[in-house]
C-alpha cells in the first residue's frame, strides 16, 4: 500500500518545475496587484474583475473559472468562509473584516496555486492574532517540507501548533499535489490524524494550504451556490497557501515571498 500512494505522486521534470514556478510566481504577483485595491466599500465582485483582467493581461488563465462549474476567477472567503467563497456584487468587504483572496493561474499550461489574507481596514487585535497563527500555522507545515519526511509530518505539526493556540484545525478540505494538474495526488492534510504514508522526495510539488478555526473544525456549504463553505458556529477562519517544491537539501517555495503581503 505504502508503494500503491507514493507511486502515483507525479515527480517533475526541470523544465516542468521551471513552467510551474513561472505559473507560482504569477499567481503571487496577482495578490500582489489585489492588495491595495482591498479597501471597505468595495465588492468581492470588482476584486475578481480585477484579478481576472491582470491574469489575462499576463497571458495566463485563472484555473477556478468554470472549474468543476465554479462561476470565477478566484475565491474570495470573507470572516467566517473557510474557503471556496464565491465573489458576488452583494458582498461588500466592511471595515474590519478579513478576507482570503485565492488565485490559481495557468501559465504555458503549468498550474501555480496561492492564497493570503488581506485586512480590511482596520482590524481587531482578535482577528489579527487569528491571522497571525494562521500563517504560523502554514510555516509549521512549510518547515517539515524536506526530502526524507513522512508527507504526515506536515499535518501533525501544524495540528500541534494550533491546538497549542486553542485554534482547531479544518479536515474537509485539504492541500494537494498540483503544477500539471490543478489537483493532483497526494492528498496533503492539515491534520494528525492521517494515513499518510507517503515520504516526500525532490521534485514533488504541492500545496499546504491549512485553513484555522477559531471555534469548531467543522464546516458547512452554502445551498444557494453549493461552494461557499463556512464554519459551523459562524466564528472567523482563515487560511494562507504556497504551494511547495521538494528539493535534493529542503524546499522552495513557488509562490513567492508572501512575507511582504502579510499584514497582521
Ligand atoms: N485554489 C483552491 C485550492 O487551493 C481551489 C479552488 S477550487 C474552486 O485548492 F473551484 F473553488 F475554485
Ligand atoms: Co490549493
Ligand atoms: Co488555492
Known sequence: MAHESARKIIIKTPEQIEGIRQ????????LAYLKPLVQP?????????KCKEYVLDHQALPATLH????????????????????????????????????VTTIFN????????????????????NMLKIAKTCLDEGVKQCFPGNKLSNIG???EKYARAQGCSVVFEFCGHGVGLRF???????HNSETHQDAILRPGMIFTVEPMINVGKARTKIDKWDNWTARTIDGKLSAQYEHTILITDDSHEL?????EKLVEF
Open 67 to 102: 472549474y468543476k462549474s465554479f462561476p470565477s476567477s478566484c475565491c474570495t472567503s470573507v470572516n467566517d468562509v473557510v474557503c471556496h467563497g464565491v465573489p458576488s456584487n452583494k458582498v461588500i468587504l466592511r471595515e474590519g473584516d478579513i478576507l482570503n483572496i485565492d
Open 183 to 189: 489537483h493532483e495526488e497526494p492528498e496533503v492534510s
Open 254 to 258: 513557488l509562490t513567492g515571498d508572501m
Open 156 to 158: 501533525k505539526s501544524i
Open 109 to 128: 499550461g503549468y498550474f501555480g496555486d496561492t492564497c493570503t489574507m488581506f485586512k480590511v481596514g482596520e482590524i481587531s487585535e482578535y482577528s489579527s
Open 41 to 49: 466599500g468595495v465588492t468581492t465582485m470588482f476584486l475578481d474583475k
Open 23 to 30: 505559473s507560482g510566481a504569477l499567481a503571487a504577483s496577482t
